[in-house]
């Protein structure tokens, strides 16, 4: 599914001299400034004009509970809303951020700053997708081609990290309804789940529903998700923790919204809250996709009798392109998911 290319530190250098030459004058270049990604990352609104580095405090940081695993990379995340406007929350587990939102994420691998991703709502009907890979000294980081980069940081001795291209970008974040994944209900609830699977405590300046409530920024209102903000109801914290993984790994895909065949329970943070119901249709869900080696039809999506046929087990442990999943943006197995679903699996039998 990936579509990278072959791109080094030089022909980067090509393509930046090339769109000098191109010569659009602002900072924006290209044919239509309104809708395009600048070609440096400095010139996204990340940072205060003039001081690289520093965050433009119009940016906030926001952490979703249940983070998705990019092979150990940390993490920072920045969202900028436009000055008044607010989140449509009509339908509550679909919000529909205002013009002009953008989102960034920053990677940095064995400490050194790798790539910055940015998610832009230019207009009603345009979601810009681009991402900036830094150079070693991590002073300045440029576009990256639309095919992304191979090679980009070594994780491992013979793997690499490889800067998704744009196609990747809409693979996981959609194509026909794009939108951020981590920026919703459950991932930034102030119910925020101890036992998350790689989560990080919420800083106290972090964006939240409750600051974003406080603001005034969702419209209709939203009291209740301050009242109770949610949380996936079970009374395990292992079924919590698993299925958070669940969602911020799998529901980007695995909802029912068509846009993948998939016939199974909805993994969508929004539909998956309550939990006990969800972890037993996964039990009980039979899958297409059978597990090498196990006996025709015995494959289900999580299995209690014989684990060794729980199909998303399986593939989340492969690093194999025809059956890892998630599909695409890692090549070192989450070894910590893996073990919590087992644990899990093992604690029903
Ligand atoms: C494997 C699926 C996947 C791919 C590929 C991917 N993303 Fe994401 N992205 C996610 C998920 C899931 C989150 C939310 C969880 C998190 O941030 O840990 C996210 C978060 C983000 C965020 C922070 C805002 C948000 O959505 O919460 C930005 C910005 C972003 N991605 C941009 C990009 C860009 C640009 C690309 C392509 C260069 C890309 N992503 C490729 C899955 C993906
Ligand atoms: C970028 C989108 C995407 C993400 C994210 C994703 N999947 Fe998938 N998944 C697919 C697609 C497409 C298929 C159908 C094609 C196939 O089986 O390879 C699929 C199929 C599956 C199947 C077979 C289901 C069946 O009924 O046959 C399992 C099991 C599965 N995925 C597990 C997972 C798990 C576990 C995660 C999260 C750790 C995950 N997937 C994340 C796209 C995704």
């Known amino acids: 599914m990936s579509r990278t290319v072959d791109v080094t530190t030089a022909a980067l250098a090509i393509v930046w ?43 906030r940081p926001f952490s979703p509970q249940y983070p ?6 940390a993490k920072a995340r920045w969202v900028f ?6 989140i449509d929350t009509t339908d509550p587990g679909d919000w529909q951020v205002p013009v002009g939102t953008r989102f960034w994420k920053e990677f940095t691998f064995n400490g050194r700053k790798v790539e910055t991703r940015f998610l832009w709502r230019a207009s009603a009907d345009r979601w810009v997708f681009a991402t900036y ?9 440029v576009l990256a081609p639309d095919g992304g980069v191979r ?8 793997k690499q990290h490889d800067i998704p291209g744009i196609a990747d970008c809409r693979a996981c974040h959609g194509d026909k309804r794009p939108g951020p994944l981590g920026f919703n209900a459950l991932q930034l609830s102030t119910d925020r789940d101890p036992n998350a699977i ?19 920024r969702f419209s209709p209102a939203r009291p209740e998700l301050v009242a109770t903000p949610p949380r996936i109801r079970t009374s395990d914290p292992q079924t919590r923790a698993v299925l958070g993984y669940f969602a ?4 980007g895909c695995h909802n029912r919204s068509g846009e993948i065949a998939y016939d199974g329970p909805s993994l969508k943070h929004s539909d998956i809250l309550d939990g006990d119901a969800i972890a037993a249709a996964l039990l009980a869900k039979a899958t297409a996709w059978q ?13 209690r009798e014989r684990p060794e046929a729980s199909a998303m087990l399986y593939r989340m442990k492969s690093r194999r392109p025809s059956s890892q999943m998630p599909p695409l943006g890692t090549v070192l197995r989450d070894e910590e998911a893996v073990a919590a679903v087992e644990r899990w699996i093992a604690a029903r039998r």
């Open 151 to 158: 090679d980009a940081a070594e994780l491992a001795p013979g």
């Open 17 to 59: 001299i090339a769109a000098l030459h191109a010569g659009s004058g602002g900072p924006f270049g290209g044919p239509d400034p309104a809708c395009v990604a600048p070609f440096r990352l400095a010139d996204t609104g990340l940072y205060v004009a003039g001081r690289p580095g520093a965050i433009d405090p119009k940016n």
């Open 81 to 86: 809303l436009p000055e008044g406007a607010t």
């Open 133 to 141: 890979v830094w150079n070693k000294e991590g002073t300045d980081a």
């Open 198 to 216: 790689h989560g990080e405590p919420l800083a106290p300046h972090m964006t939240t529903i409750a600051t974003l409530a406080r603001e005034g």
């Open 68 to 73: 998705l695993w990019s092979d150990g990379a």
């Open 248 to 251: 911020g790994n799998c529901g």
């Open 291 to 303: 597990v090498p080696g196990q006996p025709e039809g015995a494959s289900h999506m999580l299995c």
